[in-house]
């Protein structure tokens, strides 16, 4: 029997694969699509949709580009077998793929000693794969964008939500003064990450989610897999499986050009500045009322976490020991007319009822269960913080001679004030520190030991 699974689209596919489907089931994976395991004619099967709601046609068309192009390179890749618009029922356009055998969650990879044989191999993999879809002719995905001047584009889209952001414009000033020359451009995958590998006994099985696949700078997928957001906690650079030098000898190894590792380290820092933007852009999703989604809410407090990541990158911060407040009292303002359990207790039965008590039927609903209980934990550390920090937050802007971010962030963009200047850096530390500290405390510590 077809699974019963809310927004199913068992129906439609069996219509398109042309038999009964079983065991359907959406999967965790996917902020921006959807992804669905289900069985079909004697074989594992994976449909990946757009949100019913933001279906992206012309996105979707681009990807199976992709996935053509890739296999015919020899990259690892599941075997596109359908690709559609969605007016055949399936609700959306999509891709079906093969299901095959393997991991793709990072804490898993990262630390399961089912996993520790294979976790050497993976850097080198990483350059030698890059490699391959690099050496892809663009002219093979006619449909993709090309990224002439991607420093540029992410100013513009950073712009265009209209909310000062001192530490953005401060990464931007430093970017744009040690740019690399220019490369010939190359397919560039644009999400090559741990994350959206699936590995298995022999290292990668398969090179996932091309939809952010352009053609640009290929240093720009180098500094990707490096941004320590896809580090998942542990220490070492690539994926928190290896070395920067492990992952450009594999490249070298296949195109014969090795990077120069500097340039590859500015890919880096850009990799950081785009990763703030995209989780403003997928926290849009929820607050413009697009897509009413806990997931793409919360993402929008994770742009402090690629902002400190920026500025590790550049070398103006370090990783700190912080503190988790959340098992401190909030302050009760008086007087109270409120009844108890106080606004914090609230939060704290609900997130404990997310947490510990519910039993979501589905892998997918059981994920957003925990983001929800993390969102909560935000709020109760801004309950308990957030007085402090504005007051502390106020005090360093007239330092400064300003009168809000908004002008702190026009003095940086426009040369007012120097982007080196240690008065100017240390007010944009502490303000990001702040925000990190709400929002994910242990994210400013610095990794274990390997």
């Not at 965790?28 to 289900?38: D, I, K, L, P």
């Not at 240093?219 to 450009?248: M, T």
């Not at 913080?385 to 360093?396: I, M, N, T, V, W």
């Not at 809000?404 to 120097?418: K, N, T």
Request: glycine letters at 8%.
């Amino acid at each position: 029997m077809t699974a019963v699974v809310p927004d199913s689209p068992a129906a439609a596919l069996e219509r398109v694969v042309g038999g009964p489907v079983t065991d359907l089931r959406r999967l965790s994976a996917g902020a921006s699509r959807e992804t669905w395991s289900f069985d079909a004619g004697g074989r594992g099967l994976i449909l990946r949709r757009d949100p019913p709601e933001a279906p992206d046609p012309e996105g979707m068309a681009r990807e199976a580009e992709c996935f053509r192009a890739a296999a015919r390179a020899g990259v690892p890749i599941p075997e596109l077998l359908a690709a559609g618009d969605g007016t055949d029922g399936v609700g959306s356009p999509y891709l079906l793929m093969e299901r095959l055998a393997g991991e793709t969650l990072p804490p898993r990879l990262l630390r399961s000693e089912r996993w520790a044989a294979v976790r050497p191999r993976l850097a080198r993999q990483f350059g030698e794969i890059l490699g391959r879809i690099h050496a892809i002719d663009p002219a093979e995905a006619p449909r993709l964008e090309h990224h002439a001047d991607p420093l540029a584009l992410l100013r513009e889209s950073h712009a265009a939500f209209g909310e000062p952001r001192p530490a953005m414009e401060l990464v931007f000033r430093r970017l744009a003064e040690t740019r690399p020359d220019p490369v010939p451009p190359a397919l560039v995958h644009g999400d090559f990450r741990n994350g959206n590998l699936l590995i298995d006994d022999t290292g990668v099985r398969a090179v996932l989610d091309w939809e952010l696949a352009h053609v640009g700078d290929p240093r720009e997928d180098l500094g990707w897999v490096c941004a320590r957001a896809w580090r998942f906690g542990a220490a070492p650079e690539v994926g928190g499986f290896g070395s920067r030098e492990e992952l450009l000898a594999g490249y070298e190894s296949v195109t014969g050009v090795r990077p120069d590792p500097e340039e590859a380290r500015w890919w880096e820092t850009f990799a950081c500045a785009r990763w703030a933007v995209i989780c403003r852009i997928q926290a849009e999703r929820h607050l413009g009322g697009t897509e009413r989604s806990v997931e793409m809410a919360v993402l929008g407090r994770r742009i402090a976490e690629a902002e400190h990541d920026a500025l590790l990158a550049l070398g103006l911060t370090e990783p700190e020991v912080v503190t988790d407040p959340i098992d401190e009292p909030a302050v009760v303002e008086e007087p109270v007319v409120h009844d108890r359990p106080s606004v914090d207790e609230l939060l704290e039965a609900v997130t404990g009822f997310l947490r510990e008590e519910l039993a979501p039927p589905d892998p997918r609903t059981a994920y957003l269960a925990k983001v929800a209980a993390n969102a909560l934990t935000i709020a109760r550390r801004e309950l308990r913080l957030g007085p402090a920090q504005r007051a502390e937050h106020r005090a360093r802007l007239h330092a400064l001679g300003c009168a809000d971010d908004g002008e702190l962030a026009a003095r940086i963009r426009d040369g007012a004030l120097p982007a080196d200047g240690p008065d100017v850096v240390a007010a944009v530390r502490a303000s990001v520190t702040a925000q990190v500290a709400v929002a994910s405390p242990r994210y400013l510590a610095p990794p274990p030991p390997t």
